[in-house]
């Protein structure tokens, strides 16, 4: 038995999976946990599958509070579920605790790992391939939203410190600019620029937060399409997953990463920016499912400021994309030279077919008010 192995037994064994255990394999496509399916197999039961994950030590030095967040958020969800006559089990994800009664287990090695019940019968999609896939997704987070709106957001850990602080990206980015380690910065002057231009939208969001305009409230902040799973039967969304970034935030934000993600149809490397275009149908799709989800719990200010959502996420993840850029490329993974600045420019097209169409999004918003 290998290293790996006789790792992989000590975990399982620090586990009641109420059966015995028949095996463990690789599973997903996620990039930053190990993530594995653990079956297990009674003498008269069928099946029964687990999730089972070593959190990231590089992207979550506590896993402690990152568990804390995520035992609070998910028992909320499961009495609100419930509440609602939903099914806590399908609709929620739940926290196994190791024989210890801890959160989580930590290995012989200090490597931390926790265990969820598979949710069954559901599918998880990479990309939107239709607008009712896009729009299912909508209303699972609009109604992950409602679901967590009695929920003190100033209780829960920043996991991922300045995570959606744009004017800190921005600070960053100036940073990495003036340093210039590796003589970059002048093949990508068209880009610090258009950054440079829109400097003051970098505050428009958290200046709305600090004058008491939008309200803090819990957010997943990593609301791409493939963190919701979708029920095998009905194509409609049914549980919220990858809570890791569960933290305080604006709705706005979440919003506005979907549309990030799923309100265009080009690759995020795209070279040819000429294919890099806003759906502006596809945004009124997940606009009107998103606040049919959150069944009218967001302020009136919140949907007027879904548009800037939409906006900052996009303008936030393009600099974030240059700053590594600039850097050496250390943060976000590259297969070829010059795709952290391919990625950058799609962003920023992206923003500018936003700025193009502002008034067609504010009516868009409006009209679902």
């Not at 290995?107 to 019968?121: H, L, M, N």
């Not at 305080?248 to 690759?267: E, K, Q, T």
Request: charged share 25%; with cysteine.
């Amino acid at each position: 038995m290998n290293q790996a192995e006789t790792m992989m037994q000590e975990v399982l064994a620090a586990f009641d999976f109420g059966a015995p255990v028949v095996g463990a394999l690789r599973f997903g496509q996620g990039h930053i946990n190990d993530t594995f399916v653990v079956h297990t197999q009674s003498e008269d039961a069928c099946c029964r599958r687990f999730i089972l994950q070593r959190m990231s030590a590089a992207a979550f030095k506590r896993p402690d509070q990152l568990m804390e967040n995520i035992l609070g958020v998910t028992e909320y969800l499961g009495r609100e579920i419930e509440s609602r006559g939903g099914s806590r089990e399908r609709e929620a994800l739940r926290v196994i605790r190791p024989r210890n009664g801890e959160p989580y287990y930590t290995d012989s090695a200090g490597g931390a790992w926790r265990v969820y019940p598979f949710v069954e019968d559901t599918i998880c999609y990479q990309t939107a391939e239709t607008p009712e896939l896009f729009a299912a997704s909508g209303r699972a987070f609009g109604h992950f939203q409602r679901l967590l709106q009695g929920y003190p957001a100033q209780t829960l850990h920043e996991t991922i410190p300045h995570f959606h602080d744009t004017e800190d990206r921005l600070a960053k980015l100036k940073a990495a600019m003036a340093v210039d380690k590796l003589s970059r910065a002048a093949e990508c002057r068209q880009e610090l620029d258009f950054v440079l231009a829109r400097e003051a939208d970098c505050s428009v969001a958290l200046q709305a937060l600090r004058d008491g305009i939008l309200p803090l409230r819990v957010t997943h902040n990593d609301t791409k399409l493939n963190n919701v799973l979708m029920d095998r039967e009905t194509g409609e969304g049914l549980c919220v997953i990858d809570l890791d970034t569960v933290m305080p935030g604006l709705s706005i934000n979440d919003f506005g990463d979907s549309i990030r993600f799923g309100a265009n149809h080009s690759a995020e490397d795209e070279k040819d920016l000429s294919r890099v275009n806003l759906d502006v149908s596809l945004f009124e799709t997940y606009t009107q499912a998103f606040l049919e989800g959150a069944g009218g719990t967001l302020t009136a200010a919140e949907i007027d400021y879904l548009p800037w959502g939409a906006k900052l996420m996009t303008f936030e993840c393009g600099i974030r994309f240059l700053t590594d850029y600039l850097e050496g490329d250390t943060y976000f993974h590259t297969t070829r030279a010059g795709q952290n600045l391919d990625r950058c420019r799609t962003q920023f097209k992206l923003v500018s077919d936003m700025e193009a169409h502002w008034d067609e999004l504010a009516e868009i918003v409006k009209k679902y008010k």
